[in-house]
């Protein structure tokens, strides 16, 4: 099937971009790498009447470090978020999962930008912003704010996006020192979306304790969803030969799972509750 007709203009700029969209509204969609919006409008579930091509904006493609943070364009395509060495060293776990989206020509073309607007709850970019406290950054014409990742998704396929605004960054705040991170997920076959996805964070003490921890599940709702205020204080203890177990069970009982025809919820608890034990096991060993 092909798509329904639209018009295409590419603007050379950031400003000629959010004109166009301040513009046009409701009837706009936004195009950059396409690996989202293309098949959709090829099925005909999606039918924009304009399409805006922002692929050519350079301004959107970089990656720098400021004191606190660390800025990722929203042009950045999945395979250099893989590789690049401020990412690597800054927010490896989101590198990491970069590298485990889709098949290679998909990480060739898909954008940081592109993964969150389209808000898919089983995505791997999504689970990594909320486990992370990622900011987002919006522009419009209007001018620009900023959206905590975990207000940013709304619902499937749904944000907190404006008809007029823009998606021009993602900010991550540095690791702390001694923090580790694992990142977990299961899928039927390489290359799909996951049936549930774990994102873990943690912190080692100067005595060998285990703290902060950060936990989140993607694929078993319409957004990503944080599970740690479910862990009760102090149960993280890295002493414990049980405790990875025994938080897994906790927030896989405690989880949010929407039930679906195709996957029962007594599996993706189940799944969540595996998944769980080896990224805190993951995040532990790499807090040193």
Known sequence: MKPAAFSYEAPATLAAALAALAARGDEAKIIAGGQSLAPMMNMRLARPAHLIDIGGLAELSDVRLEPDHLVVGALVRHA?????????????????????IGHYAIRQRGTLGGSLAHA???????????????????ASARGRRMLRAADFFVSIFTTGLEPDELLVAVRVPLPLPREGWGFRLFTRRAGDFALVSIAAMLVRGADGT??????????????????????????????????????????AAAAPI?????????????????LARDALEDAAGRAS
């Open 80 to 100: 250099d978020l893989a590789r690049h060495p401020l990412v690597r060293a800054n927010a490896p776990m989101l590198a990491y999962a970069a590298g485990t």
């Open 120 to 138: 898919d709850p089983a995505a791997q970019l999504p689970l990594c912003a909320v486990a992370l406290d990622a900011a987002v950054e919006i």
């Open 210 to 251: 285990l703290g902060r921890l950060r936990l989140a599940a993607g694929g078993i709702g319409a957004t990503p969803v944080r599970l740690d205020a479910a862990v009760p204080s102090g149960i993280v203890d890295g002493r414990d030969p049980d405790w990875s177990a025994r938080i897994a069970e906790i927030v």
């Open 258 to 274: 929407e039930e679906t025809e195709q996957v029962p919820t007594a599996f993706r608890r189940e799944l969540l509750a595996a």
